[in-house]
């Protein structure tokens, strides 16, 4: 059990190797993808997708804040001026303190407390910064686990079809109707009530990667199985049946690569939503505890000092998670938009 | 068509034979009925007494038809803080939300349908961009956020409007039910949660009446109306509308009963006695009996509106018949 604990606890050291590796490789894709495969480079760079791309400003623009977000928050160890899960940051006398500019600020301390601090003294655009971390972690895994259970529930419910698909979609449908809120609401107490307090805390991160990812899985599965059932009929899949190919082979080999692109279009739109889930999880309660907070557990601090007027310690991690979905939402329409054909033939 | 129905019922049946499942396991493991009827200070053979009292030692299976037999006769356990049985916590709280719900609904569909029509028959114009845009940002707000906002500006800042609990009540039907319609500072108590549950769900409706009212738009019929000379209005309202109705009120329907998971992000802002609020003190509290009944009854309401949404699809549809029919 100890050893679990040990593996799962999502330490400091973890997560930065994890967001580095990531950030490093998204960047090498980017330029090694211009130097090392000019051929592929241009054909991206000529499609359709790119050319409607530099005619909207609100994509660019979004794009742009997005990838501020993204970068700031992983490389948050090094730009923040605090480190906010650094026990000694704690300081109980500067609970509480106005952003630098108003009365009672810290302006000589800058760049600490620019935003004020927290109830228990920590610098606050730190915590936010971390917390922006946790929470993009948090919807990007759940994402993941989601787009991992739901393709395969989808693909095999879409290619074996009868009682499988029946049974399958039956379940989707159920799980759908009952909010995902809901259901990870439901799956997030029964954790907490299961594991208690002290240990859903320590694992709270993987905890609520898991909640999400299972309240959330179905709208995928449904995504996968529409395309399927219309890949299925086409010729190349009864080609590949009559040489002989066994089903698995066909469902990951043949079908899944045809049926990606309307996975991609919901997969921004669902991270947002993962990201709304999480939040509202730990406003209850439920979600990241207080010595690590996401910024939905921030909200949930500040809520308590909203009304004897400390309005800083809610107010800018609302709006610093509102511009993060809200940027992610308008991509994911720009990309529905332009990869529907149904869309853009009618339009 | 009865077919249909019954399959229809039959499939609720199911589920809601799924959730009393899970229901029965949550107590199961995590509850201890002993403990939570004697507390800790009572000695081992009173216990084990109670344990053969309780039917505890009975095989699983057993137990759990006593639950459901339970279940089915509205008994779901005592809740352990209020100290009386959980159904009748329930229904004491369930008024307050059904209010809030109810009262959401309205707003949503008031406000959705003329929207909706207006963006989708005029796609270019300003207003139906406007309108476009403050939905994205909506759906982009968590609910929580939104009650906070209107918390800080209209209570804390302006203070119009009050940001806690139901103000005065008028017991109606015996005290069964405690309206807040009734009164001003009921009403004025009423605004802010309304809109906040409001404001999560209207973006979702008007994107959903503007994109079934452009698809309809588009369809040969009413191509066959204007050529016919119809008044705009007339084609918009008689012809296009109608159809439009179909799908926002099967979806529709479905989403207002998720309207019930956000009561609980908005009840617990607001402090608004209902059953959201409810469910998260029972959470902190460890009152799993509560927990359970709270799950099988908001379970059974999900599953009665989608079946009453199927239903009437069926009746209105006749394709699902046809297939039911096979």
């Given at each position: 059990?100890e050893?679990?604990f040990?593996?799962l606890?999502?330490t400091?050291?973890t997560i930065?190797?994890?967001?580095i590796?990531?950030?490093?490789?998204f960047f090498?894709w980017?330029?090694g993808?211009?130097?090392?495969m000019?051929?592929?480079?241009?054909?991206f760079?000529d499609?359709?997708?790119?050319?409607?791309f530099?005619?909207?400003?609100?994509?660019?623009?979004?794009l742009?804040?997005?990838?501020?977000l993204l970068?700031a928050?992983f490389?948050c160890?090094w730009?923040?001026?605090t480190?906010p899960?650094?026990p000694a940051?704690l300081?109980?006398?500067?609970?509480?303190?106005?952003?630098a500019?108003?009365?009672?600020?810290?302006?000589d301390?800058l760049?600490?407390?620019v935003l004020g601090a927290?109830d228990?003294g920590?610098?606050?655009?730190?915590?936010m910064l971390?917390?922006?971390?946790v929470?993009?972690?948090i919807g990007?895994?759940a994402?993941?686990?989601?787009?991992?259970l739901?393709?395969?529930i989808g693909?095999t419910a879409?290619?074996?079809g009868?009682?499988?698909?029946m049974?399958l979609?039956?379940l989707?449908?159920v799980q759908?109707?009952?909010s995902t809120?809901l259901v990870a609401?439901?799956i997030?107490?029964?954790?907490?009530t299961?594991f208690?307090?002290a240990s859903?805390e320590?694992?709270a991160?993987p905890?609520?990667?898991?909640?999400i990812?299972?309240?959330?899985?179905?709208?995928?599965a449904?995504?996968?199985?529409?395309s399927?059932?219309a890949?299925?009929?086409k010729e190349?899949?009864?080609?590949?049946?009559?040489?002989?190919l066994p089903?698995?082979?066909?469902?990951?080999?043949?079908?899944l690569?045809n049926t990606?692109s309307?996975?991609?279009?919901i997969?921004?739109v669902q991270v947002a939503?993962?990201?709304m889930?999480?939040?509202?999880?730990?406003?209850?309660g439920?979600?990241m505890?207080v010595t690590?907070?996401?910024?939905g557990?921030l909200i949930n601090?500040?809520?308590e000092?909203?009304?004897?007027?400390?309005w800083?310690?809610?107010?800018?991690?609302?709006?610093l998670l509102?511009?993060?979905?809200?940027s992610?939402?308008?991509?994911?329409?720009?990309?529905?938009?332009v990869m529907?054909p149904?869309?853009?033939?009618?339009m | 068509?009865?077919?249909?129905l019954?399959?229809?019922?039959?499939?609720?049946c199911?589920?809601?034979?799924v959730i009393?499942?899970?229901?029965?396991?949550l107590?199961h493991?995590?509850?201890?009925?002993?403990?939570?009827?004697y507390?800790?200070s009572v000695s081992?053979?009173v216990?084990?007494e109670?344990?053969e009292?309780l039917?505890l030692?009975?095989?699983?299976?057993?137990?759990?038809f006593r639950f459901?037999k339970?279940?089915?006769q509205g008994?779901?356990g005592n809740s352990?803080?209020?100290q009386?049985?959980?159904?009748?916590?329930?229904?004491?709280k369930?008024p307050?939300?059904?209010?809030?719900v109810?009262?959401s609904a309205?707003?949503?569909?008031?406000?959705?349908v003329?929207?909706?029509?207006?963006?989708?028959?005029?796609p270019?114009?300003l207003?139906?961009?406007?309108?476009?845009g403050?939905s994205?940002?909506g759906?982009?707000v968590?609910?929580?956020f939104?009650a906070?906002m209107?918390?800080?500006?209209?209570?804390?800042?302006l203070g119009w409007?009050p940001?806690?609990g139901?103000?005065?009540?008028t017991p109606?039907f015996g005290g069964?039910w405690?309206?807040?319609f009734?009164t001003?500072s009921?009403?004025?108590?009423l605004i802010?949660?309304?809109?906040?549950?409001?404001?999560?769900?209207?973006?979702l409706?008007?994107r959903?009446v503007?994109a079934?009212?452009m698809?309809v738009?588009?369809m040969?019929y009413?191509?066959?109306a204007?050529a016919?000379?119809?008044?705009?209005?007339?084609?918009y309202?008689?012809h296009a509308?109608?159809?439009?109705?179909l799908?926002?009120?099967?979806?529709g329907?479905?989403?207002l009963?998720?309207?019930?998971?956000?009561?609980?992000?908005?009840?617990t802002v607001?402090n608004?006695?209902?059953l959201?609020?409810?469910?998260?003190?029972?959470?902190d509290?460890?009152?799993?009996?509560l927990?359970v009944?709270?799950m099988?009854v908001v379970g059974?309401?999900?599953?009665?509106v989608?079946?009453v949404?199927?239903?009437?699809y069926?009746?209105?549809?006749?394709?699902?018949?046809?297939v039911g029919?096979?």
């Amino acid at each position: 059990m100890e050893t679990l604990f040990f593996i799962l606890s999502w330490t400091q050291p973890t997560i930065n190797a994890l967001a580095i590796a990531a950030l490093s490789l998204f960047f090498l894709w980017m330029l090694g993808g211009r130097f090392l495969m000019p051929a592929a480079w241009g054909r991206f760079a000529d499609s359709h997708l790119v050319y409607s791309f530099r005619r909207d400003a609100v994509a660019k623009g979004s794009l742009g804040i997005l990838l501020v977000l993204l970068v700031a928050s992983f490389a948050c160890p090094w730009i923040a001026p605090t480190n906010p899960y650094d026990p000694a940051s704690l300081d109980l006398m500067m609970a509480q303190t106005p952003p630098a500019w108003m009365e009672g600020g810290e302006p000589d301390q800058l760049p600490a407390f620019v935003l004020g601090a927290d109830d228990q003294g920590r610098d606050l655009l730190s915590t936010m910064l971390y917390g922006m971390r946790v929470s993009l972690v948090i919807g990007i895994g759940a994402v993941l686990l989601q787009a991992v259970l739901g393709i395969a529930i989808g693909l095999t419910a879409g290619y074996l079809g009868k009682r499988v698909e029946m049974l399958l979609m039956r379940l989707a449908d159920v799980q759908l109707s009952f909010s995902t809120l809901l259901v990870a609401i439901f799956i997030g107490a029964m954790f907490r009530t299961a594991f208690g307090v002290a240990s859903y805390e320590r694992l709270a991160v993987p905890i609520l990667i898991c909640i999400i990812g299972l309240a959330e899985w179905p709208q995928y599965a449904r995504t996968v199985r529409a395309s399927v059932l219309a890949e299925k009929k086409k010729e190349y899949v009864e080609a590949a049946r009559v040489v002989g190919l066994p089903a698995w082979r066909i469902m990951l080999r043949h079908i899944l690569p045809n049926t990606l692109s309307p996975v991609l279009v919901i997969s921004t739109v669902q991270v947002a939503n993962a990201m709304m889930t999480e939040a509202g999880l730990s406003f209850l309660g439920f979600g990241m505890p207080v010595t690590q907070p996401s910024l939905g557990s921030l909200i949930n601090t500040g809520f308590e000092y909203l009304l004897s007027g400390s309005w800083w310690i809610t107010i800018f991690p609302g709006a610093l998670l509102v511009v993060l979905i809200l940027s992610i939402n308008l991509l994911g329409d720009f990309c529905r938009d332009v990869m529907n054909p149904r869309l853009y033939k009618g339009m | 068509m009865i077919a249909f129905l019954i399959r229809r019922l039959l499939q609720a049946c199911i589920v809601m034979g799924v959730i009393s499942l899970i229901g029965f396991s949550l107590r199961h493991t995590v509850g201890d009925p002993v403990r939570e009827m004697y507390g800790m200070s009572v000695s081992a053979e009173v216990r084990a007494e109670a344990r053969e009292r309780l039917g505890l030692n009975d095989p699983i299976i057993v137990q759990y038809f006593r639950f459901l037999k339970n279940a089915v006769q509205g008994d779901l356990g005592n809740s352990l803080f209020y100290q009386k049985p959980a159904l009748e916590v329930i229904l004491s709280k369930a008024p307050a939300t059904l209010e809030l719900v109810f009262t959401s609904a309205l707003l949503i569909t008031l406000l959705s349908v003329p929207c909706g029509i207006y963006s989708a028959i005029h796609p270019r114009r300003l207003l139906s961009r406007i309108i476009l845009g403050v939905s994205t940002v909506g759906v982009s707000v968590p609910v929580f956020f939104t009650a906070l906002m209107c918390i800080s500006l209209f209570s804390i800042t302006l203070g119009w409007l009050p940001s806690f609990g139901r103000g005065e009540l008028t017991p109606l039907f015996g005290g069964a039910w405690e309206t807040g319609f009734l009164t001003w500072s009921g009403i004025k108590h009423l605004i802010m949660p309304s809109f906040a549950l409001t404001s999560i769900m209207l973006p979702l409706f008007i994107r959903l009446v503007r994109a079934e009212m452009m698809e309809v738009l588009q369809m040969d019929y009413v191509k066959y109306a204007r050529a016919k000379g119809l008044s705009e209005r007339r084609i918009y309202w008689v012809h296009a509308f109608r159809n439009t109705l179909l799908p926002v009120i099967t979806v529709g329907g479905v989403q207002l009963g998720i309207l019930i998971a956000f009561t609980i992000l908005t009840e617990t802002v607001f402090n608004w006695k209902g059953l959201g609020g409810m469910f998260k003190e029972a959470v902190d509290r460890g009152d799993t009996s509560l927990l359970v009944a709270y799950m099988v009854v908001v379970g059974a309401l999900f599953v009665v509106v989608n079946t009453v949404v199927d239903v009437i699809y069926g009746m209105v549809n006749p394709m699902v018949r046809v297939v039911g029919r096979k």
